[in-house]
């Protein structure tokens, strides 16, 4: 079974008695923010957009139902039309919200994911509204939501990230001229990146620009930069680099079946909905469990997404800045020639792979810093500074033979993996990357850090939009 479709099934422990009993508490659960998540979520998981791409596109999704969702508040704003849509409060209904917050979703997920308008408008048909909506009255919710959305669009349309494609040839693509030093075949620089030849394809940097990207609170992608320690460099710190490269051999040589489940449920490879999209499964499950009104969930993901969204900034800043080497490459280039200890037994260096399925053994962009590391932080501070707690409670059950690198075999047996706290989630996620031979260890502890920055940040901006002065 696919990765992503056992994380689905099995999210939740309320959700695995759900499915045992035969029906889904969740579908009862659910507010309109958290469908159209889900629904933004599956065309995530069927287009595969890139770590950045998708959290940004989530964080414009729920700007633009925050944006609606404001006209109907005493005290919110929205980003972009302050309070100028605010409407009056015989129309401040949960029936005027909801229908304000679909229309600006569809029209949001309509123009970031094209090719799945047919799935936003049969969700439109299940809530009872009619996607091609023509109303000509402009304080009708269809509008407002509309409205807010466009202004959200046209704003994020030149953000920098190059959605459009007017900045260079493709959407999303490289504007800034970036070429790798090393190839797959030859390890020019053992500082920096190399791609990978992966199934016959040489891998090519995922938005080696993103650092450009406007970000939703911080001053720029770089502002966090200094505060991050230098990485390992063979030329500078050779010793350090060595040790980190060996650091990561005896992670990898030595993991028991629940590091593997962790280090593979954590992977949120190309087939999911990638780690932020994974927090805002994390914060549907905050919502069943707290049972948030439709205010509530409006709020939350509007928060959380929004974080993540500049954690992706910081965090490709970083990996375009330094440009550093993979944990796979240093040690084909440290022990190629040399037997090392790896988790698929004793083979030579320069045929050492982390433990990721071979299809995608390392993320197709450079090593510093841990992208894992900083949206799980982002996602975890988030969470805790919206609900006031760090308590958490979440589990997964993994069945036996479950892994995709080695199945049938990993576990032998069941695994239920469970978080006390959100910074629990958080911690895992980042040294899951080390037990899969991902990231070294600065690059996970250095990113937690950066990513309570950024939270913290964009959590102060926050609570301006909601209308709370501190």
């Known amino acids: 079974m696919d990765i992503s479709v056992v994380k689905r099934v099995f999210l939740t422990s309320g959700l695995i008695l759900a499915v045992a009993f035969g029906k889904s508490e969740m579908a009862s659960a659910a507010t309109t923010v ?22 940004r596109a989530l964080a414009i999704t729920h700007t633009c139902m925050f944006d609606a969702w404001a006209a109907y508040d005493a005290k919110a704003i929205g980003t972009r039309r302050g309070a100028s849509l605010r409407r009056p409060l ?3 209904t949960v029936q005027n919200k909801d229908k304000a917050i679909s229309f600006a979703a ?22 009872g509204y009619d996607p091609n909506d023509k109303s000509n009255v402009k304080t009708d919710p269809a509008n407002i939501g509309k409205t807010a959305a466009a202004a959200v669009l046209a704003f994020r349309h030149h953000d920098g990230s190059n959605q459009l494609g007017d900045l260079n040839l493709g959407p999303y693509s490289d504007y800034t001229g970036y070429k ?4 797959p075949t030859k390890i ?46 063979y030329k500078k710190s050779p010793k350090r680099y060595k040790e980190q490269a060996q650091q990561v051999l005896e ?94 037994g004793a083979v ?61 075999v990993v576990p032998a047996q069941d695994i239920t993996l469970y978080w006390a706290t959100f910074s629990d989630a958080a911690a895992e996620a980042g040294i899951s990357r080390r037990y899969g031979g991902i990231h070294f260890v600065s690059a996970d502890l250095e990113s937690r850090k950066i990513g309570r920055l950024v939270a913290r940040q964009a959590w102060a901006k926050t609570l301006k939009y909601f209308g709370i002065k501190k």
């Open 34 to 55: 958290t469908r159209w998540n889900e629904a933004a979520l599956q065309a995530i998981r069927t287009t595969k957009p890139g770590p950045p791409i998708v959290a």
């Open 90 to 92: 015989v129309e401040r």
């Open 106 to 127: 569809r029209a949001c997920l309509v123009d970031l994911f094209p090719t799945e308008k047919t799935s936003f408008d049969k969700l439109m048909v299940s809530l």
């Open 180 to 183: 790798p030093v090393n190839t």
């Open 188 to 233: 020019v620089d053992p500082d920096r990146w190399q791609p990978l030849l992966v199934n016959g394809e040489v891998q090519k940097f995922i938005t080696p620009h993103w650092g450009k990207v406007k970000p939703y609170a911080l001053t720029s992608g770089k502002q966090f930069r200094t505060v991050m320690a230098l990485p390992a460099s």
């Open 251 to 344: 992670y990898t040589a030595y993991l028991t079946d629940e590091k593997k489940v962790i280090a593979e449920y954590w992977a949120d490879g190309p087939k999911s909905e990638l780690p932020p999209g994974h927090w805002t499964l994390f914060a549907t499950y905050v919502s069943e469990r707290d049972h948030h009104s439709l205010d509530k969930d409006v709020k939350l993901f509007f928060a959380m997404t929004n974080a993540i969204f500049d954690a992706s900034i910081a965090s490709w800043d970083g990996k375009r800045f330094y440009d550093c080497v993979r944990p796979v490459t240093a040690i084909h280039f440290l022990y190629k020639g040399k037997v090392v200890d790896s988790w698929d």
């Open 348 to 408: 030579d260096g320069a045929d050492w792979m982390p433990y990721q399925v071979s299809s995608f053994p390392t993320p197709p962009f450079p090593e510093y810093g841990s992208g894992h590391s900083i949206f799980s932080t982002a996602g975890a501070e988030t969470l805790k500074l919206f609900t006031g707690s760090d308590y958490f409670g979440n589990s997964v059950l993994i069945p036996g033979g479950w892994s995709r690198v080695e199945p049938g």
